[in-house]
């Protein structure tokens, strides 16, 4: 049964009944059905980690056979790449938020979003029939010759991924339609949020990077059932094609996880430090340079692969080159917080969070771009210290953070500040005991994916599994937090942080069905802290 529809009730209310959900256009419970699905997916991707962390406690068998900790491996990196961290900011904070902060009443193509929803979830449900169809152990960079050996589960996966990608496509294909043509009277490229700034650059990557991946995916699978030898070295083909092809999309995805989380971080400590954004101008370039870089790059991950000595030179020239913007973020965040009326609610201390991990992350990355240092680190666990830095001590604890702040606008309710800021320590002590270790670690030349690892490592390897165990105690903490303020959480205020961006000053909490009562005119920019309300 489906109530009568008025814009003067909330989104949440404003239709009722299972079905109601399940065939919304509304972009707002889009959104929050992505967030449901990326956060069941993380638990489940992060519990494989756990898993194979648990089984490194000693080199020798714990509880795991080879073959199962190669599964386990396998499916924690595609689960956490294609199922969360890829789609996790833009199709669930961004779905939600990107037309509140335009001030428009939905995204430009409505029933696109929900066909983007539907794909993800066929991905994903056939990605999980993987779990079933077979082994699946060859990575989740599915690299040929491994991914051309018929295993079902394999192909599986990649038909998932597939799809995966086409929901990414629409998703950036709305997100880059809606913000050129449904900006509110007075927003101006440059009154936008800085958040809808890397949205537009994160669309842009999605649009002209996903299909490079969709095409690598099909000339396996072709590979696969009808043996035309495009990447099998015994037909003739080259595996070395298939890296190139990866990497033109992944590096490019690189920056589709992270550049998102640089969004989220400039509304955080902008309302928490209650002053303009330094440099508004810079900020918001950069995150379109880092775009444009992103696609020149990709050899950087190839410097052992046999590639021309000049190739390499190219490509570790052009990627010192991806330093500049991202410093420029970090400099600018710092010297808003200079000054500041600093707030440190759970939402900020996730922003400074990032702020540490991600420099940490750029900074390891500046050194895996030099060729005679890469050389020793390549396929250490260096490299995955590295990673998880952008990937999880950046991107999932900007989104934490970005849940956290935003949480009041989507459900109407308040979290319990103690402890959220209880959980936000965990997550940071938990999370840099986990990898900074692994720095150390992979810089004494430890490899990455062993099943059996020296005893010399032994002892780094436990302090990384503590570190584990402390991260998922935080995680779990802010996540039931959150569901505790469904029912015991006060009510939330239109605006409790003080903000000036759209969806906080002229939005209900939570907003009404068509986000506002009336159309907002914008007659000031986005963080005018400093200057006075027209």
Known sequence: MIAHVTNNINYLKAKRG????????????IGVMYLASILCFFILGGSFAFMFRLELWSPLKEFLTPDQYNQFFTLHGVIMVFLVVVPGIPAALGNFIVPLQLGAKDLAFPKLNLTSLYLYWLGAIIALYSLVAGHADQGWTMYAPYSLSRNPAVLWMMIAAFFLGFSSILTGLNF???????RAPGMTFFRMPLFLWSMYATAIMQI????????????????????????????????????HFFWFYSHPAVYIIVVPGFGITSELITAFSKKDIFGYNFVAYSSVAIAIIGFVVWGHHMFVAGQSELADFLFSFLTFFTAIP???KVFNWTA???????ELKTPMLYALQFLFNFTIGGLTGIILSILSVDI???????????????AMGSTMIAFIGGIHYWWPKMTGKMYNEFWGRAAAILVFVGFNVTFFVQL??????????YYHYMNEFQIYHQISTIGVIILATGLFMALFNLLASLKFGATAPKNPWGARTLEWEEADSPPVLYNFTKTPVVTHGPYAFDTEKA
């Open 440 to 449: 150390v670690m992979g810089s004494q030349g430890s490899p990455r994916r």
């Open 326 to 328: 991202s410093a420029i």
């Open 18 to 29: 299972f079905m109601s959900w399940l065939v919304t256009v509304d972009h707002k419970r």
């Open 376 to 390: 020793h680190l390549h396929d250490t666990y260096f490299v995955v210290s590295h990673f998880h830095y952008v």
């Open 176 to 182: 880059l339609v809606t913000i050129h043509n449904m």
């Open 336 to 342: 808003t917080l200079y000054k500041g009326s600093i």
């Open 208 to 243: 002209f990077a996903t299909p490079v991946l969709a095409i690598t995916l099909v000339l396996l699978l072709l590979e696969n059932f009808f043996g035309i030898g495009i990447f099998d070295p015994a037909l003739g083909g080259d595996p070395i094609l298939m890296q």
